[in-house]
C-alpha cells in the first residue's frame, strides 16, 4: 500500500479545468512531485518543488499543496492531456521515496 | 541533458535473480546534485520506487523489497546496475532508471523538502517465467 494517496480516475471536459489530488501525512514536510505517464511510455515530470515545470513542460500545469495534501491543476486541459499521473515524495520519516496509486484522467 | 537506457535480459527465471544495468550519458554520473534510481511498474499498476544509490556508493532501498534488492554504481562506465534474487512472477514489471534530485523550498510558514526524478529511461520490460 502507498503512503500517497490519489483518486484513481478523474475527468475532464476538454478546455476546463481539473485538480488530480494526492494525499498523505508526509505531504505535511515534503513536497510532492508530479509525473505524467501515456500508454507505452516512461513517466516525464510535470511539476517539482513548489510549483517549478521543467523545461517543455506547458503552463497550464501548476501544483501547490495545503496541508497533508497535493494537488496538479491543468487549466484548459486538451486532448493531449489524457493520460495517468502519479505523485510522489519522501515518507514521513523522510528517508525513503514514495509514490501514489496512480490517477487516470480521461478528457472528454 | 542527460539520458539513461536500461539494459540486461527480458526473461529471468523464477527464483533466479534479475540483473539489469542503466546507462548514463550527457552527464556524470559522479555528479554531485543526484542520486539514481530504479523504479519499477507491474502491467498495469502504478510506479513502485525499488531503491537508489549516490555515486560515493551509499544506498536506500524500498524496505518491501530491501531483502532481495542490490544496487551498485560503476563510475568509470558512468552505469549503475539492478541485482533482484529470488525472483517470483510477482517482479513481472517494466524496469525503469531515473536520475533523482532533492532539494526544498520555504513558505512564509514552513519549509519543506522532497525528491523528484527529472530525466527516466525508457523502460524494459521483464518477464519472469519458466
Known amino acids: 500500500s502507498s503512503e500517497l494517496t490519489q483518486d484513481p480516475a478523474v475527468s475532464v471536459a476538454l478546455g476546463q479545468t481539473v485538480r488530480i489530488t494526492c494525499q498523505g501525512d508526509?505531504?505535511?514536510?515534503?513536497?510532492a512531485s508530479w509525473y505524467q505517464q501515456k500508454p507505452g511510455q516512461a513517466p516525464v515530470l510535470v511539476i517539482y518543488?513548489?510549483?517549478n515545470r521543467p523545461s517543455g513542460i506547458p503552463d497550464r500545469f501548476s501544483g501547490s499543496s495545503s496541508g497533508n495534501t497535493a494537488s496538479l491543476t491543468i487549466t484548459g486541459a486538451q486532448a493531449e492531456d489524457e493520460a495517468d499521473y502519479y505523485c510522489?515524495?519522501?515518507?514521513?520519516?523522510?528517508?525513503?521515496?514514495?509514490f501514489g496509486g496512480g490517477t487516470k484522467l480521461t478528457v472528454l | 541533458q542527460l539520458q539513461l537506457q536500461e539494459s540486461g535480459p527480458g526473461l529471468v527465471k523464477p527464483s533466479e535473480t534479475l540483473s539489469l544495468t542503466c546507462t548514463v550519458s550527457?552527464?556524470?554520473?559522479?555528479?554531485?546534485?543526484?542520486?539514481w534510481g530504479w523504479i519499477r511498474q507491474p502491467p498495469g499498476k502504478g510506479l513502485e520506487w525499488i531503491g537508489s544509490?549516490?555515486?560515493?556508493?551509499?544506498?536506500y532501498y524500498n524496505p518491501s523489497l530491501k531483502s532481495r534488492v542490490t544496487i551498485s554504481v560503476d563510475t568509470s562506465k558512468n552505469q549503475f546496475s539492478l541485482k533482484l534474487s529470488s525472483v517470483t512472477a510477482a517482479d513481472t514489471a517494466v524496469y525503469y532508471c531515473?536520475?533523482?534530485?532533492?532539494?526544498?523550498?520555504?513558505?512564509?510558514?514552513?519549509?519543506?523538502?522532497?525528491?523528484?526524478?527529472?530525466?527516466w529511461g525508457q523502460g524494459t520490460l521483464v518477464t519472469v517465467s519458466s
Open positions: 531515473a536520475s533523482q534530485k532533492s532539494g526544498g523550498y520555504c513558505s512564509s510558514t514552513s519549509c519543506y523538502g522532497g525528491v523528484y526524478f527529472d530525466y
Open positions: 550527457g552527464g556524470s554520473i559522479s555528479s554531485s546534485s543526484y542520486y
Open positions: 544509490i549516490y555515486y560515493s556508493g551509499s544506498t
Open positions: 508526509s505531504l505535511r514536510s515534503y513536497y
Open positions: 518543488g513548489k510549483n
Open positions: 510522489n515524495s519522501r515518507d514521513s520519516s523522510g528517508n525513503l521515496v514514495v
